[in-house]
């Protein structure tokens, strides 16, 4: 007999970059025809939908997700000494990559320069909503919320977090009175893994909404006029993720930075697509345990965590545009302030938001601050979603690599799922269910 060869099924992140081509490709032509054809007019609505439609699947998911993925991970620590041992190596972590990462981001604006010769004649002035820049005191505080219940409907993901923890913590120190409520949270913690599981599906369909409508409505051109910020952002982005991740895999982690960026590649094309590190977040707790062998309770604290407040790629937007808006207008920039950039820039990428758009935003309020003009950042609005993708990538890749490093140094890494793959995650799951 002759054995029929299995057709391979196309992964996840293979249907995402098919839906990202063909959105690049439909929206060309609908730019093509014009805003005003009565194809595109019609068309783009629905494109719209699509890509609103997934993006509020997500928004659905999210918070329930990550609330009682980090009360699971903190209370299933077994001690506090573990939840603090985890909690400071994870943040020094978030401060120290973000550090250096703004200040590639500022080092590689000044050699290539993309603010020298650019023409801003034709930009209207208020063209983008200003942002008060929030004080030091006031990110402090906003940490803690004032009303749990309002900061569950606005969606405060840092709020959410903390007070997360909290009953993660209060949990843990209960001890065994709390086992039954600890199984309750792990069940459901287990039940929206299922529920992400099944939105996330449906990447590949608001991915080619998205892509169609930006396209449709900017146009191919969007990726002209300022094709030297982008080229500086993205290289930027690459030099962090190819010399600062490797380097802390390699050296810290011990493990392997080429295993680890391929087994990292479906969360971060999520990530490129959506522009939302929460949107990719339930694949990348699942490629953290299953690919990368960190220990669930781990990956339940230290991603959900850094979704929202590891966000390398955006501190390196913050670097560029700043350097870019002030090459526009020849302001010289001294070695303090640029030092006292990188410390502002750590801390407001820290508190940013995980969703598309917020880095535009919180840079108005950092030029504003800076006394930069803002006539420069209309460029940048056109083009925004192009460099969030890498930003958003960028993120999502220092999320998994600081959970794989904290891991490693916790001595709960397992190094064989790390090594042979979620083959390995499975086959050890039918082994421990069938016994």
Request: charged residues 15%; contains cysteine; glycine residues 8%.
């Amino acid at each position: 007999m002759v054995k029929q060869k299995k057709k391979k099924k196309l992964k996840l992140f293979h249907k995402i970059f098919i839906g990202l081509f063909f959105g690049i490709f439909f929206g060309a032509i609908l730019s093509k025809l014009g805003e005003s054809h009565k194809l595109t007019i019609t068309i783009t609505p629905w494109l719209q939908l699509l890509g609103d439609l997934f993006l509020r699947l997500i928004r659905m998911v999210i918070v329930p997700l990550v609330f009682f993925s980090i009360i699971s991970g903190v209370a299933n620590l077994t001690e506090i000494k573990k939840l603090r041992s985890i909690g400071i190596k994870t943040l020094v972590f978030f401060l120290i990559t973000g550090f250096i990462a703004i200040s590639i981001g500022i080092v590689v604006a000044q050699i290539f320069k993309p603010g020298e010769g650019v023409q801003i004649g034709e930009i209207s002035e208020n063209s983008v909503e200003m942002k008060e820049l929030p004080t030091v005191y006031d990110s402090i505080l906003t940490l803690i919320p004032s009303n749990v219940f309002e900061s569950f409907v606005e969606e405060e993901m840092l709020q959410i977090i903390v007070f997360s923890m909290f009953c993660g913590t209060a949990l843990l120190a209960m001890g065994e009175r709390a086992k039954l409520i600890i199984n309750l949270v792990d069940n459901l913690s287990e039940m929206m893994y299922k529920i992400t599981d099944i939105v996330i599906r449906f990447t590949p369909i608001g991915v080619f909404g998205l892509m169609s409508k930006s396209i449709a409505t900017f146009g191919m051109k969007i990726f002209g006029p300022v094709f030297k910020f982008i080229l500086a952002d993205y290289l930027a982005n690459i030099l962090n993720i190819a010399i600062v991740y490797s380097l802390i895999l390699y050296f810290v982690g011990k493990v392997n930075p080429l295993k680890f960026y391929k087994k990292a590649f479906q969360p971060c094309a999520i990530a490129f697509s959506t522009c939302s590190s929460t949107a990719a977040l339930p694949e990348t707790m699942r490629v953290g345990t299953e690919e990368l062998g960190m220990p669930r309770e781990s990956a339940s604290f230290i991603l959900p965590l850094g979704a929202t407040a590891n966000m390398n790629g955006t501190g390196i937007y913050f670097g560029v545009v700043v350097m870019f808006a002030a090459q526009l207008y020849g302001i010289p920039i001294t070695l303090g302030q640029q030092i006292s950039l990188v410390l502002t820039a750590t801390l407001l990428s820290i508190g940013c938001a995980a969703a598309p758009q917020t880095g535009l935003i919180i840079s108005i309020a950092l030029l504003t601050d800076l006394g930069i003009p803002l006539d420069g950042l209309a460029l940048i609005a056109g083009v925004y979603r192009i460099v969030d993708q890498i930003h958003t990538s960028t993120n999502t890749l220092g999320d998994l690599a600081i959970g794989t490093v904290v891991s490693s140094l916790e001595g709960d890494l397992d190094r064989k799922i790390f090594n042979h793959g979620g083959m390995f995650a499975d086959n050890e799951r039918i082994k421990v269910s069938n016994e």
